[in-house]
C-alpha cells in the first residue's frame, strides 16, 4: 500500500513548533506496526508551486511513486510555503532527516544553501539535489540536466511548425537554470531558420520567484506574445507556464511545454491537442535512481548528469500531430544526431 506523508512548513516565527510537528509527522494510513518502522523510507521536498504544477515537481513525484511501487520504498513529501527564506527550507529538510528518510531530495536549485547545510549534520543520510552543482559534498547527489539540449529540439521544432516566422519564449524567472533553456531554444530556432523572430520575456526576476507559481503571469506574457504574431511559444515556468498553454492553446497555436510530458498532464488535458511536444526532463528517473542507489547500499553521490545522448533530456512525441508533421521530426532527429555526434555544441547563456 501507498502511503505518503506531506510535510508543510509554516514559517521563521514558528519555526520550532512547526519542526516538532512535523519530525513527528505520520501518514494518513499509517499503521503503527513494527514493520512500518523498519521500512525504508524517501522524501522529496518540492519547489515552489508544489505537487499539481504539471510539470517540474510532479515529475520528482512519479520519481517518488515509482520507488514506493517497485521497491517497497515509503515516501513523503514536504510542500513550500510562499515568500519562505533558506530557513524554512533548512527547518523542512532537517525534519525529514530527522524521520528517518534516507535519501532526502530538494527540488530544485532553491535548496542548495539548505542542502549544504543540514548535509553536514546528518552525514549517514544521502541528500539529492536538482538542478544544481553549486553545493557538493560525500552525502550530496547533484542531479542535473542538459536542458539546453532538449531546448535546443525544441527550437527546432518551432522553427519548423511556425507559419508566421515569430515564436515565443517564456522564462518562469530570470536566473542562470532558465537562461540555459533560452539559449537552447533561440539557437535552435535561428539554426533552423536565420529569419525567425523569437520574442523572449521573465516573468519575475530574483529574489521575487512568482514567476514560476503563478498561472496568471504566464497567461498574460503568452498573451503579449500571441498579440505580436508568435504562433509557437515555448515556457519554461512551472506552474506559471500552464497560463501560458492555456493562452497559446485558446487561440488555436502551438504550446510547447517542459520538464513533464504536458501533453499527458490531466490538468492540462482541456490543451492538450495545442500543446505540440515538451521538452522532457528525466526528474522522475532521477529521483528513483537515487532513492534505488541507497536502497541498494550504493548511494550517488557527486554529478549526475543526465543529457540527450542518454534520453536524459528530450523532446516528448505523445500528440499525433507532433509525428504527422514528418518535415519538422526529420529535422528534429537530425538535430539530436548531430548533438550527440558533437556536430552541434550547445549553448548554456544566451
Known amino acids: 500500500m501507498r502511503r505518503i506523508t506531506r510535510i508543510t512548513t509554516v514559517g521563521i516565527a514558528s519555526a520550532a513548533l512547526a519542526l516538532s510537528a512535523t519530525a513527528c509527522g505520520k501518514s494518513s494510513t499509517d499503521s503503527g506496526s513494527s514493520s512500518d518502522s523498519k521500512a525504508v523510507k524517501a522524501a522529496i521536498a518540492y519547489d515552489i508551486g508544489g505537487r499539481g504544477d504539471q510539470s517540474f515537481n510532479d515529475a520528482a513525484y512519479a520519481g517518488l511513486k515509482k520507488a514506493e511501487d517497485e521497491l517497497g520504498v515509503k515516501g513523503a513529501e514536504a510542500e513550500p510555503s510562499e515568500g519562505e527564506g533558506d530557513a524554512d527550507k533548512v527547518q523542512r529538510l532537517t525534519a525529514l532527516a530527522r524521520a528517518g528518510n534516507n535519501p532526502v531530495i530538494g527540488v530544485g536549485f532553491a535548496y542548495a544553501p539548505a542542502i549544504e547545510k543540514v548535509a553536514k549534520a546528518y552525514p549517514k543520510t544521502t541528500f539529492g539535489l536538482i538542478d544544481d552543482t ?15 539540449q532538449g531546448s535546443y529540439l525544441a527550437g527546432v521544432a518551432a522553427a519548423k511548425a511556425s507559419k508566421t516566422g515569430t515564436v ?24 533552423t531558420n536565420p529569419k525567425a523572430k ?16 503563478k498561472p496568471d503571469l504566464g497567461k498574460a506574457a503568452a498573451q503579449g506574445q500571441l498579440d505580436k504574431g508568435a504562433d509557437v511559444i515555448y515556457a519554461a515556468a512551472g506552474l506559471a507556464g500552464s497560463g501560458a498553454i492555456e493562452a497559446t492553446a485558446k487561440a488555436g497555436k502551438w504550446a510547447i511545454g517542459v520538464d513533464s510530458d504536458q501533453y499527458n498532464q490531466k490538468g492540462l488535458a482541456a490543451y492538450k491537442d495545442h500543446i505540440l511536444t515538451s521538452v522532457t526532463k528525466d526528474v522522475s528517473d532521477s529521483v528513483y535512481n537515487l532513492i534505488k542507489s541507497v536502497k541498494d547500499g550504493k548511494p550517488q553521490s557527486g554529478e549526475v548528469r543526465y543529457g540527450l545522448a542518454t534520453d536524459g533530456v528530450g523532446l516528448a512525441t505523445s500528440n499525433p500531430a507532433y509525428s504527422s508533421m514528418t518535415e519538422m521530426v526529420a529535422a528534429v532527429d537530425k538535430a539530436k544526431k548531430d548533438i550527440v555526434d558533437g556536430k552541434i555544441t550547445v549553448k548554456t547563456t544566451p
Open 198 to 213: 523569437v520574442l523572449t520575456q521573465y516573468l519575475t526576476q530574483p529574489p521575487n520567484f512568482d514567476g514560476f507559481s
Open 134 to 148: 553549486s553545493k557538493t559534498g560525500p552525502n550530496i547527489a547533484n542531479l542535473v540536466f542538459n536542458e539546453e
Open 168 to 191: 515565443g519564449f517564456i522564462g518562469g524567472v530570470e536566473v542562470p537554470l532558465i537562461k540555459k533553456f533560452e539559449a537552447g531554444f533561440v539557437q535552435g530556432v535561428k539554426d
